[in-house]
Every structure is written in structure tokens, then in C-alpha cells.
């Protein structure tokens, strides 16, 4: 009898899951995909026709030897291999740069000589590289991809055009026309300085050159309005996010109105490559204040720091922890961060560890954890090459294999279907449940859905005691069905909802995977996209439980127009309220309101400003100049690192600078302060400044301190 209603719940069950399978998430709602990075020139030739072509001839090798030229793989490559990709369960590609690249080999920094075959030289943000494809090759996989359920990110380089000093100098070409060179640049398109050196300081990291490449000066009208409307151009050929590439080294205030301006023009993810070794880095504290306050996500560097030493070396599992722990109070939402375990800039996995089995632990750590994974393409084929330690170009070898019946391939996609049907992981809270130096048990829990993850990546088993769990009372299966050779559990109540897991043994080198999704229950909310947004803005909800009837959406007590409703996924626009922080809650049709989550409304669109103060209050080392101002772009007038608008820039001390996103039109009221080592606050004196923000292009305003 039990076991007739065991199974007609797991048909049903079954039922449910075709159904979530099948539901293509809105890109602003991209917590549960799966991204596949691809170095679009290594991955498939679908067409010999561009693997030459005559606008840059010679930069091709056929015998693949020359690792630093062009080896063919293009656009079409790509499309072709679709339902490899889709087998294997991603959801998303991520592709390099897709732009025009430079047309020239050049002499790298350490004098090899070079083709751009990966894609960070460009040239023509407007048009395709030829050695890729061009438009209609775009388009026509961009559908490829929409057809099997894969979203499109393009690499998104917005920090500088191509090599200064070599080559063609810098120069760059709105579809064919020049813009502009480094060489001869009399209207001021680029910022002209020496390399980066101290990477610590924020002047430098954002106005210096990085490595040669000339830097754009993005508060130029003509080079914000390029860059804008490339993005807007991507956006119009179907791609669904951005990866922002040296997100650390483009002006950040800058970078918070080209992320609003993507968000305005359609839904999209945005994600920035900020580069940082851990928690610990100087500058740690500004990426996460840019993330919360500009509303995109990074890519998780301090983690990629962890998973290469815990799974890679022998560094213990607490090492991923306390990262978890810390980044979960920096940022608003640590659910959005992209996690990897190797890329295009590192040596891969196998160079670091060549053993497949704690590959295999590593892949199976960030598929069950917060933040979307992104897996490099051949991990699942265990590409590797490990020439001078397997780091750049060495790290981009071409595909070679195929084969959809490797264990990395299936593992990706049982655990790509297990991110899509239970969103405990995507959208619920972490809890570490049981942890040594080898073995890391952690509980994802979003209100009635639970995953629990078991890892023990040592040599010997570990015999489980004392494990406290939320899923329920039962047998749990392992879900991975003893692919990472894991292990079944058996749960008994407990006390105050913490259920008890028998003692168990744990087998060497395994991974388990345990989980319960909830039926029913009431509105919750797991993802908000974007976070920040002006009236008007379209914002995708996600959760579960919202029914199918529709119900409402409110910012604070107003509410939101409605654009589509399902029991999943609610499109709404930020309603037409005052700028600030709303409380941001649903109530379905039966009147009941999910949980509250925030969101920042801004006063208008927003205009990159450069604020300048001169003569400013004199700092000691570790204070700081800050704006603060009238509105929610420029802090509310608060007067904290976190609240206030800075640090400000001072290469001519004592003046002080910075560009700022600010409100498109608005006449605005500032003031500058300095906020002191030890926090201590000293304002200028007399009236409030006013400035009008221009309704399109960038600003520019100039004062001096007032004594
Ligand atoms: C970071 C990219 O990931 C890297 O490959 C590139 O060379 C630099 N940014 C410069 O664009
Ligand atoms: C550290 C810098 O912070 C980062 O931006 C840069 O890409 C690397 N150094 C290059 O070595």
C-alpha cells in the first residue's frame, strides 16, 4: 500500500519536473542556469571559408602548433556542436569577445608574436571579427541557441581598444568608419598613461594602461555613446548578458551607468571579471560596494582561490567556508555570483591536479552551491595541455573530443536538471552541517525545498555522526546514483526541525547528493533582476508558488504594473514612487504575501558625471574625500565608506575627483566630505552645491572646497 502511494507521488513528482524542465527563465532570473565559457577560435571550425580571410591574412595555422595565431574555430563551429551542448546540460555559453579584433600579429609583453585570436584587441565594437563569422553567422547562433534552450553571453570589453604601441595602435572604427587612435588623439578618447603597477591603487587600476592596451577614456560623449550603443547592438542580435571584462579597471562610475543603460534596453544577466586573489584584497571591500550599488554580478574570484587549493591541493574544506561566510555579508546577493573552477587566464584543473576524480568533486561543488556556475570549455572532455604549467595560451587548446558518454558530461547535466527542478540551490540560504579538513556536508534550503551535499575528498571513508538535516524523515537516495560512487541515508525526526541522519559511512573520494522539493506552500521569492532600476525599468521576479491566477507585486505600499505572471517567474516595471529603498512583496491571489526582498529605485536614468573638487580638506594617509548628495545615486547625504560616494581620486592632491553615476536631468544638491581612517566626519562648509545632470551624454562639474 505504502509503496502504491510512494509511486504514484513519483509520478506525479516526475510530471512536475518535465514542466520546470521545460520553462525557459526570463535572462534578468539567471541564478538556476549554467554557463559554458567557449574561446569561440578553439572550440569548433564550422566553416574553412574564414579560417584566412582577406581583411587580416597570415594570422591562421592550420597545423595548430603556433598556439598564439588563429586556429579556426568560429561562430558556426559553435552553432554545430548546439546539441552537444545541450546534452550536456548547459544553459548558457559565454563567448569571447565576438567583436572586431585587430587585423595585425603583434609582439606581446613577452615578445611572441601574437594574432588576437582571443578577442581582447578589438577594433570595431560594431562589427563581428572576421576570423569568427559576421552578422548572420551571429544571428543565426544566437537562434541555434534559443532553440535548445541556451542563452547567449558575450565577453564585453569595454576598457580599451588594442595595443597602444604595435600593430594599428589603438585605433578604432564605428562599423568601418575611424573613431580614433592612440597615437594622434586630439579629442581625447583615450587616457594617456604608463602601465598599471600598483594594482592596489585605485587611481591607477582604473585610469592606468593595462598591459599596452589602449585605455578608453569612457567620460569622452563620443566613447560612452560607442560603447553604450554596442551593447544596445548585442542586445538587438538576441544576447542575453555581459560579461564585463577588467569590470576593476574601467572607470566605475562609468560602469554603473553602462550597466544601467543594458538593463533599461532589455532584460539581460551582466557579470564583471574583477579580478581579486581573496577576501583579503585591498580593493575587495570597493568590488562588493560596486556589485550592490550598480546591480551587477562578479565573477568569484576569492572562491576560485579556494576551490583550486581545497580541491586542487590540500588546503581543508574551511578554506571554502569561511569565503561563503564572508562574501555572504559582503554582497546583496551572493546567489548572483558567477563561480568557476578554472578559465581562459588560469592554468586548468588537471594542470594543478591531474586527477579526474577530485575534478569531478570540484565540478560537483559549484553545480550544488550559490552563485551560477561556469565551466570551461573541454573540462568535461578533461581537456588539458600542460606546457610551461598549463597557463595562457597553454589553457586554450582546441577541442578535441566530443564524446557525450564521459562522467564529467553526465554528472554536468544530472546536476544542470537538479539547479532547474529544486531551487534550493540557486535561490536558498547555505548551512554547513558537518566539516573536517576532508569532508564538507552543506544544506541548501529555500523554506520547504532542501538539497545536502556530502563530499569527503580524502583517501579513507569517514563515518558520519551526529548529522542534523532539514529533509525529511525517510530513505534519501543519492541522486547522483552512486556516479561519484556516493551513498544512500536514512533520516529520523528530530528536534526543532532538525531531523537526524543515522550514522552513516561516508566512502573515500565520493560525492552525495540528497534532496526534497516541497509541493505547495506560500509565495517565495528566491531572485530579483535587476536590483537597481529607475521607473519604467522591467524587472523579473522569480521564485515559486505564486499560483497561475495573478496577483499583485508591490514596491513599498505602490503597485507595479504587471507584464506576465506565471506560478514561477513574474515580469512587472518599477512603478512611478520616489527614489530609495522599497521593500519589494508579492501576494497571490488568495491575498497571501510572499517574503520581502529590496530593491533600490532610482531617480532617473543614469549619466556618468565627473565631479571635481580642488583645494580640498587635508587627509593623512587612509582618509578619504567622498561626495555625498540629495539623491539615492549620490548616497541620501549619508556619510560612511558603504553610503557615500567614493573614495575620490586625487592624483593632483589636494584636489580630489571621480566619476559618478548620476540621475539623467535632475538638478541635483552635494556637498564633498572627508570620511577620516577612523570614520571620523568632516564636512564643508557653507551651502549645498547644485548642479543640473544633463538629460543625455556626460557631465562634467568643477568646485571648490568651501572653508
Ligand atoms: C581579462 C581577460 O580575461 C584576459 O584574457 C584579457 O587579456 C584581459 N582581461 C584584457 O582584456
Ligand atoms: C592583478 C590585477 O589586480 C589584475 O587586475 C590583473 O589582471 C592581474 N594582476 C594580472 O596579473
Do not use: C
Not at 104 to 125: C, E, K, L, V, W
Not at 217 to 229: M, R
Amino acid at each position: 500500500m505504502l509503496r502504491v502511494i510512494r509511486q504514484t507521488l513519483l509520478v506525479s513528482l516526475i510530471v512536475i519536473t518535465v514542466a520546470v524542465a521545460s520553462f525557459h527563465a526570463n535572462a534578468a532570473d539567471f541564478k538556476r542556469e549554467v554557463i559554458y565559457q567557449i574561446v569561440t577560435d578553439r572550440f569548433f571550425d564550422g566553416s574553412a571559408a574564414n579560417n584566412n580571410p582577406s581583411q587580416s591574412p597570415g594570422l591562421y595555422d592550420p597545423t595548430k602548433t603556433n598556439w598564439r595565431a588563429y586556429w579556426g574555430g568560429d561562430l558556426q563551429g559553435i552553432q554545430q556542436k548546439m546539441s552537444y551542448l545541450a546534452g550536456l546540460g548547459v544553459t548558457a555559453i559565454w563567448i569571447s569577445p565576438p567583436v572586431d579584433n585587430l587585423d595585425a600579429n603583434i609582439r606581446d609583453r613577452s615578445n611572441n608574436t601574437t594574432a588576437s585570436y582571443h578577442g581582447y584587441q578589438a577594433r570595431d565594437f560594431k562589427r563581428i571579427e572576421e576570423h569568427s563569422g559576421d552578422w548572420v553567422a551571429f544571428d543565426n547562433l544566437v537562434s541555434a541557441a534559443h532553440e535548445n534552450g541556451i542563452k547567449v553571453i558575450v565577453d564585453f570589453a569595454t576598457n580599451h581598444t588594442n595595443q597602444e604601441n604595435a600593430g594599428e595602435f589603438g585605433a578604432f572604427y564605428d562599423n568601418g568608419s575611424l573613431v580614433g587612435k592612440y597615437t594622434n588623439d586630439s579629442k581625447g578618447y583615450f587616457n594617456h598613461n604608463q602601465n598599471i603597477s600598483n594594482w592596489d591603487d585605485r587611481y591607477q587600476v582604473q585610469y592606468y594602461t593595462l598591459f599596452d592596451l589602449a585605455d578608453l577614456n569612457q567620460e569622452s560623449a563620443t566613447v560612452d555613446e560607442y560603447l553604450k550603443a554596442s551593447a544596445k547592438l548585442f542586445q538587438d542580435h538576441g544576447v542575453d548578458g555581459f560579461r564585463l571584462d577588467a569590470a576593476k579597471h574601467v572607470t566605475w562610475g562609468w560602469q554603473y551607468s553602462l550597466v544601467n543603460s543594458i538593463y533599461s534596453y532589455n532584460d539581460s544577466f551582466v557579470f564583471g571579471e574583477w579580478y581579486q586573489g581573496s577576501t583579503s584584497d585591498p580593493l575587495y571591500h570597493d568590488s562588493y560596494k560596486h556589485a550592490n550599488k550598480s546591480g551587477m554580478s562578479l565573477l568569484d574570484f576569492p572562491l576560485n582561490t579556494a576551490i583550486r587549493a581545497v580541491f586542487g591541493g590540500n588546503a581543508k574544506f574551511s578554506e571554502i567556508e569561511s569565503v561563503l561566510t564572508t562574501e555572504a555579508a559582503n554582497f546583496a546577493w551572493d546567489r548572483d555570483l558567477v563561480t568557476f573552477i578554472d578559465n581562459h587566464d588560469m592554468s586548468r584543473f588537471l594542470s594543478v591536479n591531474n586527477n579526474q576524480t577530485r575534478l569531478h568533486q570540484a565540478l560537483a561543488f559549484i553545480l550544488t552551491q550559490r552563485g551560477i556556475p561556469s565551466i570551461y570549455y573541454g573540462t568535461e572532455q578533461y581537456l588539458v595541455n600542460n606546457t610551461d604549467g598549463g597557463g595562457d595560451p597553454y589553457n586554450r587548446p582546441m577541442m578535441n573530443s566530443f564524446n557525450p558518454s564521459t562522467t564529467a558530461y553526465s554528472l554536468i547535466n544530472r546536476l544542470s536538471t537538479l539547479r532547474r527542478n529544486n531551487v534550493a540551490i540557486a535561490y536558498g540560504s547555505h548551512q554547513q552541517r558537518w566539516m573536517n579538513s576532508d569532508v564538507y556536508i552543506y544544506e541548501r534550503k529555500f523554506f520547504g525545498n532542501v538539497v545536502l551535499v556530502a563530499i569527503n575528498k580524502g583517501s579513507t571513508s569517514a563515518e558520519i555522526t551526529g548529522l542534523s538535516t532539514s529533509l525529511p524523515v525517510g530513505i534519501h537516495k543519492d541522486y547522483l546514483s552512486g556516479v561519484l560512487t556516493g551513498t544512500n541515508i536514512s533520516v529520523k525526526a528530530g528536534t526543532s526541525g532538525d531531523n537526524q541522519v543515522t550514522t552513516f559511512s561516508l566512502p573515500a573520494g565520493s560525492v552525495s547528493v540528497w534532496q526534497a522539493t516541497e509541493i505547495s506552500g506560500s509565495p517565495e521569492v528566491g531572485s530579483i533582476g535587476p536590483i537597481v532600476a529607475q521607473p519604467g525599468v522591467r524587472v523579473t521576479i522569480a521564485g515559486k508558488n505564486f499560483g497561475a491566477t495573478q496577483g499583485t507585486v508591490k514596491f513599498g505600499t505602490t503597485s507595479a504594473k504587471i507584464i506576465s505572471w506565471s506560478t514561477s517567474q513574474i515580469i512587472v516595471t518599477v512603478p512611478d514612487v520616489s527614489s530609495g529603498l522599497f521593500k519589494l512583496t508579492l501576494t497571490n491571489s488568495a491575498g497571501v504575501v510572499s517574503n520581502a526582498t529590496q530593491f533600490t529605485v532610482l531617480t532617473a536614468k543614469l549619466i556618468p558625471v565627473t565631479f571635481t573638487v580642488n583645494n580640498a580638506s587635508p587627509t593623512q594617509v587612509g582618509d578619504y574625500i567622498f561626495l555625498t548628495g540629495n539623491t539615492v545615486e549620490l548616497g541620501n547625504w549619508a556619510t560612511t565608506f558603504d553610503g557615500a560616494i567614493g573614495p575620490m581620486l586625487t592624483p593632483n592632491y589636494p584636489n580630489w575627483f571621480l566619476n559618478v553615476s548620476a540621475p539623467a536631468g535632475q538638478t541635483i544638491q552635494f556637498k564633498f566630505i572627508k570620511i577620516a581612517a577612523n570614520g571620523a566626519v568632516t564636512w564643508e562648509a557653507g551651502a549645498n552645491h547644485s548642479y543640473t545632470v544633463p538629460s543625455s551624454g556626460v557631465g562634467r562639474v568643477t568646485v571648490n572646497w568651501q572653508y
